[in-house]
């Protein structure tokens, strides 16, 4: 496919150019930034789910109170990039032409799975239990397995088929998502707790 590239902000109309500054520019981004591609915003979440493992492992076996912690943390992280995976950068996955990469999604909603077992049952633990180290050693493994796979196969599956217009919409529709699953608990407030309140 051809690479297609934004019209210059020069190129654009003035309404265009107003348009995309109340609106936050085409990609639903704010006015002046780029749009992360799928890929790469994908990517950062894995790198920061792995830091965490580091921490994990770097804290000390008898840091109980922080190891958990920091399992909590991956396991919010991971919540929402199985969400944006699932909803958004998979079924647009499925529309590739590599077989192998549409065979690897299939995969990789299995080993979610997998991994969302996991959280449950690490949510479940005290840091000082003994399942809790092997649960969380068996999440590490699991997880950074999946990223490293997807790094090598999927990504660059992707990048090769969509071009770089493709890639910033997934990324911003991805964005987008990350705000409403990650915003504050009080914000998030369904229609029928409003009603009971009121």
Known sequence: MAKRTEPTAEK?????????SVSGGSTGEPAGEKATSATKLLKRQHDEVRALFKQY???GENAHATRKRLIDEASRQL????????????????????EDARKMVGESVEEHLIVKRLIKELRGLD??????ESKAAVLKESVEHHADEEERDLFPA????????RLNELGAAMERLKARLTKPAARRTSPTRRTARS
């Open 12 to 20: 654009k109309g003035i309404l265009a150019r107003i348009a995309d």
């Open 57 to 59: 492992d770097t804290s």
């Open 79 to 98: 919540d929402v990039h199985a969400e944006l995976e699932e909803r958004i950068f998979y079924p647009a996955c499925r529309e590739l032409e590599d």
């Open 127 to 132: 840091g000082r239990d003994e399942k809790f």
């Open 158 to 165: 992707a990048e090769r088929e969509f071009d770089d217009e």
